[in-house]
């Protein structure tokens, strides 16, 4: 039994080939948008349609099989790195995205100054920044 399969048994989803699909793709390219989901598992397996990967999407994303992140004015992305609340940077010029770990091993980003009466269970933190791609370009104009 694949990893997936198993990520898959424990939250009591069904083994399909489109689900192990869009993990599959999601493992090799992290951070990508819907459209690219798509097109990654179409690639693999053609008759799958545009709505099945969406519901897939859902399904793993309410399971927590899959990570969800929208910075601000971006397209929502996807990753199978679950669990973590590892951070994000991102390039304000192309959109690319990379991870970015707590500094020390745990998440004292979670333990908030104030929490209000609020059980904290997830730090949303993104970096923005260029890319280094972005900055060795000279500036179109
Ligand atoms: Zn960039
Ligand atoms: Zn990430």
């Known amino acids: 039994m694949s990893d997936f399969e198993a990520r898959l048994r424990a939250v009591s989803l069904r083994v399909t080939r489109p689900r192990l699909a869009v993990l599959a793709a999601l493992r090799e390219h992290p951070h990508v948008d819907t459209?690219?989901?798509?097109?990654?598992?179409?690639?693999?397996?053609?008759?799958?349609?545009?709505?099945?990967?969406?519901?897939?999407?859902?399904?793993?994303?309410?399971?927590?099989?899959?990570?969800?992140?929208q910075p601000a004015g971006a397209l929502a992305r996807?990753?199978?790195?679950?669990?973590?609340?590892?951070?994000?940077?991102?390039?304000?010029?192309?959109?690319?995205?990379?991870?970015?770990?707590?500094?020390?091993?745990?998440?004292?980003?979670l333990t908030a100054s104030g929490d209000h009466g609020f059980v904290i269970d997830e730090a949303e933190v993104v970096y923005w920044g260029t890319c280094p791609g972005c900055a060795a370009e000279p500036i179109q104009r």
Request: hydrophobic letters at 40%; a negative charge.
């Open 35 to 69: 459209e690219t989901v798509i097109a990654l598992v179409r690639a693999e397996l053609p008759t799958v349609s545009h709505q099945a990967v969406y519901d897939v999407l859902k399904a793993l994303t309410e399971t927590g099989l899959v990570r969800r992140i």
């Open 78 to 109: 996807y990753e199978t790195r679950v669990g973590d609340n590892h951070h994000h940077v991102v390039c304000r010029s192309c959109g690319a995205i990379a991870d970015v770990d707590c500094a020390v091993g745990h998440a004292p980003c």
